[in-house]
């Protein structure tokens, strides 16, 4: 009679190897483009600190009885990101399911001009409790693509600006019903 054979696998070493070089090179280079889920940041380890590990020596800390206090000036906190419409909500607003709360008209202003009226036509609308807005910016005048359209261009750009997030959550192209081109779908960020 013949003993049967083990089918068991083989038991699996629970002990760690050391990195190749070249596999060091291919973590750190991939570990470079990874972005953290977290909000704080850990340090960061490289390759080189990987495969080279020796005990570095300790130098002796020196301790100063007192420091000068340290002044913190006082960090503003981070621009909230800009969301953009969601299609069903584009969808809505094209179709005139969902009502426009109120319109801006941009034509014929200069830019600082329409930069200032922007500003506190937003914060009015925030005020008010407006959710949606409609600014026209009017699709330029005719004549070379550089010299065409500059409020069409710059207002995309402000709203993108911080001083316009505490203001804004997204915007969009509107629909041709409302402007197509030259006008602009804003979502206005409830007042705290």
Known sequence: ??????????P????????????????????KQARPLRKRARPVKTAHDAVDETPAKTEPVLRLKSLPPVHK???????????PLGRRERSKLSRGRKDIDARLDLHGMTQS?????????????????????LIITGKGKS?????????????????SLPEFRGLVIGFDE??????GEGALYVRVRRAR
Request: glycine content about 8%; overall charge positive.
């Open 1 to 10: 009679m013949k003993r049967p054979r083990n089918l068991d696998p083989p």
């Open 73 to 83: 000036t006082p960090v503003a906190p981070p621009a909230p990101p800009l969301a």
């Open 143 to 159: 004549g070379s693509e550089s010299e065409r359209g500059v409020l069409r261009r710059q207002v995309p750009q402000w709203l």
């Open 12 to 31: 699996v070493s629970r002990r760690k190897r050391a990195l190749t070089r070249e596999e060091a090179e291919l973590w750190e280079s991939v570990a």
């Open 113 to 133: 001009r329409a930069h200032r009226v922007l500003r506190d036509f937003l914060h009015h609308a925030q005020e008010g409790g407006l959710s949606v807005v």
């Open 174 to 179: 509107a629909h041709i019903g409302h402007g």
